[in-house]
């Protein structure tokens, strides 16, 4: 990456966009050792509870690939790759959005479903913060 989405340490770490980062990559983390130890509370709390015991699989895939996010999220911080997380913030809004999906198309609770839009939401929000923050950093 250039050194143009490269800010000085101080500023990026008081700013907006870090912490809605540092929010949603802890949140993952979370949300990973949750799925790891207790698979089939995760999945009804998820919204998409496992009728066949042999489906836990699945919510271990799950947990894999949101460890990787988390981590990922936490290399771009510490290495602050400002435009690699507003990337990846835009990116991510396929999987709240496709979260809503599965749990309308389950008959999920309302309150599931507006836990994933509410996801949604806050990583538009997010990358909208971003954009910002480095349309104001690489304007100085």
Known sequence: MT?????PATAFHRS????????????????????FADPSGFAAFYGTPIIDPRDIAFIYVYALRTSFIAILVAFFLIRQQVEALKWMALAALVMPIGDALLVTLAHGSPLTIARH????????????????????????
């Open 117 to 140: 839009v509410a996801t949604a939401i806050y990583l538009g929000v997010t990358f909208l913060v971003f954009r910002r923050y480095l349309a104001r950093t690489t304007a100085s």
């Open 16 to 35: 907006l966009a870090f912490w809605l980062a540092a929010v949603i990559g802890a949140f993952q983390a979370v949300n990973a050792v949750r799925a």
């Open 3 to 7: 050194n143009a989405t490269t800010v």
